[in-house]
């Protein structure tokens, strides 16, 4: 019992002193706490305000990148234990990839950005259809070809040296700029490509 009574009254001190803490520290504080509430509502409106990334012209060509260059990396790493069938329908799907890429981007893409380029992009335009031109060749020859052929390797070799260095380029430096370019609506030019790439793809009897 005098354990107890003397727990009881060691408590009230304590109590007394939290309390007190708490009020000296609410006093104190009266400005601190404000500003410390400050981050969590930044961090809440941030979360409000954080959206989804948006399909556009951009995403869609970035994304035909990446699937292509996944596809070339594949076929450089299997090519050796692949059959022959097995490589020439890899190398078919690429060149319809490859193709469908390519004519979205002159039909649509590069036409849009001719119609507000300066000298600089209007140059990179140029550049990127003189690339296009050089692919367009390598692919025309691919499909000629068959899978023993000499060279052939090679050739699908070249060919993704070629667009990993022409997408990449496009990347850091046309999309860059259509980045800025104000009058360009990036949605609806997303619309139209993915749109375009869809008739290309049933006219072609690409998978
Ligand atoms: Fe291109
Ligand atoms: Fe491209």
Known sequence: MATARKATSRK?????????????AKKATGAKSASRKTPARKSAAKKVTRRPLRKNALTKLQSDHDAVRK???????????????????????????????ARIEEEIFYPALRNVADDDLNEMLDEAEVEHTGAKDLIAQLQGAKPRDPLYDAKVTVLGEQIK???????????????????LNLEVLGEQLEARAAELKAEIGAS
């Open 12 to 24: 009230k001190p304590a109590a007394k002193k939290a309390a007190a803490k708490k009020t000296t």
């Open 71 to 101: 596809m070339f990396n594949a076929y450089e790493r299997k090519k050796d234990d692949l059959s022959d069938s097995e490589k020439g329908s890899m190398v078919q799907i690429i060149c319809n990839e490859l193709t469908i890429h």
């Open 165 to 183: 260095h022409h997408a990449g380029e496009e990347e850091t430096q046309i999309f860059k700029k259509a980045r800025r370019v104000k009058e």
